[in-house]
């Protein structure tokens, strides 16, 4: 069993920068993938970034490749996602889901979901 919860969204310029973090509860965190995902106003979830449980291996959405990186660091039981060059349409609710796989990309993938925090870019 995971518990997730996201800090670290807010209010942002265009070219602005955030890192979210996620703290995960469990002893089992290293096991775990971990994945970051966004949901629009009225679109669905979408997937952002995903990190091996060895943090060896990554894998990002087109749409913010360049300009996101995702880390993890298992001691400290928490997951990043720093945001670079912030657009307007960057702007959602963020978050941090584990799972097993070692590559996933789709919401049906992960298990556990942490419950979200906002990042708004302005323009």
């Known amino acids: 069993q995971v518990q997730l919860v996201e800090s670290g969204g807010g209010l942002v310029q265009t070219g602005g920068s955030l890192r979210l973090s996620c703290a995960a509860s469990?002893?089992?965190?290293?096991?775990?993938?971990m994945g970051w995902f966004r949901q629009a106003p009225g679109k669905e979830r979408e997937f952002v970034a995903h990190i091996r449980w060895s943090g060896g291996i990554t894998y990002y959405a087109d749409s913010v490749k360049g300009r996101f990186t995702i880390s993890r660091d298992n001691a400290k039981n928490t997951v990043y996602l720093q945001m670079n060059t912030l657009k307007p349409e960057d702007t959602a609710v963020y978050y941090c889901?584990?799972?097993?796989?070692?590559?996933?990309?789709?919401?049906?993938?992960?298990?556990?979901w942490g419950q979200g925090t906002q990042v708004t870019v302005s323009s």
């Open positions: 469990g002893r089992t965190f290293s096991s775990y993938a």
């Open positions: 889901a584990a799972g097993s796989l070692s590559i996933a990309t789709t919401v049906a993938e992960y298990a556990y």
